[in-house]
């Protein structure tokens, strides 16, 4: 028998799922399990923007579209983007994307080669690690450190920097731990990104879930002409999760190349889901609004009940909707007290160690949960270490 390919054996996937299948078996024993393991917003869709999506299956939008996206969707990209970020890109400069995630690769395929490195921050979304393996290239890892709130440092990312590198990836509001950077921080990271003559991909999916500091882009420097690329979607802020619908903006022979590459994995995004991405951009932009008020109230109640647990302490997180705490002083590592909890609390979380080796000691909390089941998940922890005797 063949063995399989070289790239086969580099797949790593989402450990996170590893987490929600093994919450799934407990629940499926009968278990009461509260979920904190997965990136989701727990609101529904905006039903004006699922109108428009049945509205266009019933009318037959249901066939082949161009892989770059339709007219409508990529025109309403580029209102949005003048509306937001101050500069109204070229058409050709937008990618419609089966969901934000595999920017991240048609991106990283489109610009750096095989042996190549990517500055990538340390603990990340795990895409980004298996992204980079899987197309042989090298992650330049920068650590993220709980002293500065979890922001990356571009002093860091300039010592990093060498011959190899080709491309800077940069996540703010950032998963896992919520930080988002500073205006100076985000204007060094593209100064950067010019002096050393790399490219710079932003990823900011949640851009428009901050709380009480505001959202910076570099995008506006070089309004995605030069050497930044967008990554963004209605996954969080829409709470279109299941929709899967991102978009890419950046230098128009960029972007043909990653359309190229859309093509001929997926074919094309379906078109019905590009009419609810119109609704969502042009629409009621309230419903953002909405969401981040209960976000706010979840987070609030969610650090302050992690702070009041023996062992554990918890920054306030600037955006997303997730928290991320030390667990240290308990006596486990992050892998440990993922388990306990799961096991003994029936509250499913990650290991900050998933997210990378400078995430260990650290747990990713997703408060897209109600306030009662945070409560009660808070609870449930307490009452799990103080069986320990955790002080």
Not at 236 to 260: C, F, H, N, Q
Not at 276 to 282: K, P
Not at 318 to 334: L, R, S
Request: net charge negative; hydrophobic share 40%.
């Amino acid at each position: 028998m063949k063995s399989m390919s070289d790239a086969a054996g580099r797949v790593e996937g989402q450990p996170m799922f590893k987490i929600l299948a093994r919450a799934n078996e407990l629940a499926g024993q009968g278990r009461s399990i509260l979920h904190f393991e997965i990136g989701e917003p727990d609101f529904e869709t905006p039903l004006h923007i699922a109108k428009a999506g049945v509205e266009a299956i019933k009318t037959g939008d249901t066939h082949y579209v161009p892989s770059m996206g339709i007219l409508e969707l990529r025109d309403s990209v580029c209102k949005y983007i003048e509306r937001e970020y101050g500069f109204r890109p070229k058409r050709e400069q937008v990618l419609i994307c089966p969901g934000a995630n595999p920017i991240i690769s048609y991106a990283m395929q489109a610009v750096v080669n095989p042996g190549e490195q990517v500055i990538v921050q340390d603990p990340g979304f795990p895409s980004y690690y298996s992204a980079m393996t899987f197309n042989n290239i090298v992650p330049n890892r920068v650590p993220v450190w709980e002293e500065n709130h979890f922001r990356m440092d571009p002093v860091d990312i300039k010592e990093r920097m060498n011959s190899q590198t080709r491309l800077i990836m940069m996540n703010s509001p950032q998963n896992p731990t919520g930080a988002v950077m500073t205006k100076e921080e985000v204007e060094s990271v593209y100064d950067i990104a010019q002096e050393e003559d790399v490219f710079l991909l932003s990823d900011e999916i949640y851009g428009k879930m901050t709380y009480d500091v505001p959202h910076h882009s570099p995008i506006h420097r070089d309004k995605c002409n030069e050497r930044t690329i967008l990554l963004n979607g209605f996954s969080k802020a829409y709470s279109m999760t299941g929709w899967r619908l991102g978009y890419a903006v950046g230098p128009a022979d960029i972007i043909e190349k990653m359309g190229l590459i859309l093509s001929t994995e997926v074919s094309c995004v379906p078109p019905f889901v590009q009419r609810a991405g119109i609704a969502a951009l042009e629409g009621d932009q309230g419903v953002i609004a909405e969401m981040m008020k209960h976000f706010r109230q979840r987070r609030d109640l969610i650090v302050e009940g992690l702070n009041s647990l023996p062992g554990v302490s918890c920054i306030v997180p600037g955006g997303a909707f997730y928290a991320f705490p030390n667990v240290k002083n308990t006596g486990m590592t992050d892998v440990e007290f993922t388990n306990f909890m799961l096991e003994e609390a029936g509250v499913a979380t990650c290991p900050g160690s998933y997210f990378g080796g400078n995430g260990a000691g650290f747990v990713r909390f997703s408060y897209a949960s109600s306030l009662e089941a945070i409560s009660e998940a808070i609870n449930r922890m307490r009452t799990a270490l103080e069986s320990r005797k955790v002080k």
